[in-house]
Structures are given as structure tokens and as C-alpha cells.
């Protein structure tokens, strides 16, 4: 069991039954009456997210959450195959289930699957990752780096906006957070 007073932005937590995930929290002490704390929560199953009060000293429970490093081998109809670089156990993962981030997985690329107990909940990516520009309109000369943008298709079919310079071929260190274009690699 965890205070709610202990909140810390990635936490996981369980309540109701469900695995929650702490996006971010506030404690607010007002004026009059007690103290809570303002929590924004996304569910680990569905991928909702939820704001929830709980009163200040409340107690949850801390979910057991497993963080397991696998490498992407491959598509399987509609099924992602994954590889535990200790073990060589093979999972397979539904497109449902990770569908936004496979606009950032490559093969061969080693992620973070995240588990409670044998129950598989997501993949957990880097901050950022380098891909390769599929298909961009050519840079036009004299375009400033601070011009405008453009849309740039990459290998994994994300399109991002990004500066005029960028040319098809080039390698992009894009954000996973957001997907947005972060600088060349």
C-alpha cells in the first residue's frame, strides 16, 4: 500500500480493480476543509485517462509492474513478435494493443514490454528514436532552417512535419511522446 501523498508522475498504481498509471497529480490544500489530492490517471488496459480526487493521506494500492527488455522481430499477420534478450522467449502482441507505437518500432529495435504478473499491458518506448525519411517534396534552395515545414513520410509510415533542409534519405531523431521531429541524427 502507497499514500496518496507518495504520487509520483509514472507510478502505477491499482485501484478498483484496474491498473492505473499516474499522467499527473496536484495537492491542494484549501482554505477551508481538508486536504486532497487532484490526480490525472490513464488505464493501462484501455488507454483511457481519467481524472480522479482522492483525500489527502488516502491509501492505494502499488501495482507490482514488470519492465521486460524485448527485441521487435517481426509482423505476423496482424500479430508483432517480440524476443526477451535473456531468455529468447517469443511474445506475440495484438495491432490493437500497440497500435501508436508502431509508428516508431523498427526491427531488430530492443523495447521495454510492460507486464503485470503473465498479463501483457504495452510497449514502452525510448524518448526518442532515429528514422529514415521514406518520401519528402526536395528542399528548394535558399529555404532558411528557420522557414516553415513540410510533411516528411518516414520508413515506419509516421508522417511529421519538418524543416525545408530535411531530403529524402536523411535520419530523423523524432519524439515518441508527441511525434514530433526533434533534429537530424
Known amino acids: 500500500m502507497i499514500s496518496v501523498n507518495e504520487f509520483k508522475n509514472g507510478l502505477t498504481i491499482e485501484v478498483e480493480g484496474d491498473l492505473w498509471r499516474v499522467v499527473e497529480f496536484q495537492h491542494v490544500k484549501p482554505g477551508k476543509g481538508s486536504a486532497f489530492v487532484r490526480s490525472k490517471l490513464k488505464n493501462l488496459r484501455t488507454g483511457a ?16 509492474i514488470d519492465n521486460r527488455k524485448m527485441q521487435y522481430l517481426y509482423a505476423d ?8 534478450t535473456t531468455t529468447y522467449e517469443q511474445l506475440e502482441l495484438p495491432e490493437e494493443q500497440i497500435k ?4 516508431y518500432l ?3 529495435m530492443v523495447v521495454s514490454i510492460i507486464m503485470h504478473g503473465n498479463e501483457t499491458l504495452g510497449v514502452d518506448l525510448p524518448n526518442t ?7 519528402t517534396e526536395p528542399g528548394i ?11 516528411a513520410k518516414l520508413e515506419t509510415g509516421l508522417v511529421v512535419q519538418v524543416p525545408f533542409f530535411v531530403n529524402e ?3 530523423l ?13
Open 100 to 103: 501508436n507505437e508502431l509508428n
Open 49 to 64: 485517462v481519467q481524472e480522479k480526487t482522492f483525500r489527502a493521506g488516502e491509501k492505494v494500492e502499488q501495482a507490482q
Open 129 to 135: 528514436v532515429d528514422l529514415q525519411v521514406a518520401e
Open 77 to 84: 499477420g496482424t500479430n508483432y513478435v517480440f524476443m526477451d
Open 173 to 185: 531523431t523524432i519524439n515518441t511522446q508527441d511525434g514530433s521531429y526533434v533534429s537530424r541524427a
Open 169 to 171: 534519405g536523411d535520419v
Open 106 to 108: 523498427k526491427e531488430n
Open 141 to 151: 534552395k535558399g529555404d532558411t532552417a528557420s522557414g516553415g515545414s513540410k510533411p
